[in-house]
């Protein structure tokens, strides 16, 4: 059961994308352009379904679903890219549940980032005003909270605790490369060591 201020960010959050919940329909900012810019540098670097090989567990959980399921990140590709892509025949929203026939079922997507949109409201209408404070992300992943945390709060300092290897590279890629680096860390280590390791050395 939703909490009342749940109920309420689901509320402001549909009110603020608006009827179509498109991202383009809202007034765009110098900050939208670079992170949009972000994920398409991700996405040109990724494999479609944005999962490295070395990802075992999270393959590995998604083969083992009862229904198929594909992993689409919401981060590097909005409805517009599904759209694209689906035209180009390079992904489907939806799988044949009998070889050869009509009968089709829609695919199940899952994704481990937040959208553009998501992020964006995440940091002006959720979180309260970070000016100062310093932000953790425990899996970061593609870095995508701490890129929007970059661009749209006053966070003093955004530290990743990544334990994949591979995504840790592509987070260091692009803060190199955005020049992030004054504000924004990334560690490479298992969650809860690396979680240990940054609260004992920023006491």
Not at 17 to 25: M, V
Not at 136 to 144: E, N, P, Q, T, Y
Not at 151 to 164: D, F, I, P, R, T
């Amino acid at each position: 059961m939703l909490s009342t201020s749940a109920n309420w960010c689901l509320g402001t959050l549909k009110a603020y994308c608006g009827a179509d919940d498109d991202f383009d329909e809202l007034v765009v900012s110098n900050d939208d352009v670079v992170l949009r810019n972000i994920a398409e540098d991700l996405r040109n670097r990724l494999p479609i379904e944005a999962m490295f090989t070395s990802e075992h567990q999270a393959v590995q959980k998604i083969h083992q679903h009862p229904l198929p399921m594909i992993h689409v990140d919401a981060f590097l590709y909005d409805d517009d890219v599904v759209d694209s892509l689906c035209e180009e025949g390079k992904m489907s929203r939806s799988y044949c549940t009998e070889c050869g026939s009509y009968k089709t079922a829609s695919l199940e997507f899952i994704s481990h980032s937040f959208s553009l949109m998501e992020l964006k409201f995440l940091y002006h209408h959720v979180l309260p005003d970070l000016t100062g404070k310093v932000v953790v992300d425990v899996g970061s992943r593609l870095g995508a909270v701490l890129f929007a945390g970059y661009l749209y709060s006053s966070a003093s300092q955004l530290y990743g605790v990544e334990m994949n290897a591979d995504f840790c590279q592509l987070q260091e890629m692009m803060v190199t490369k955005y020049e992030f680096i004054d504000r924004i860390k990334v560690t490479k280590s298992f969650f809860l060591t690396g979680l240990t390791h940054w609260l004992t050395q920023n006491r």
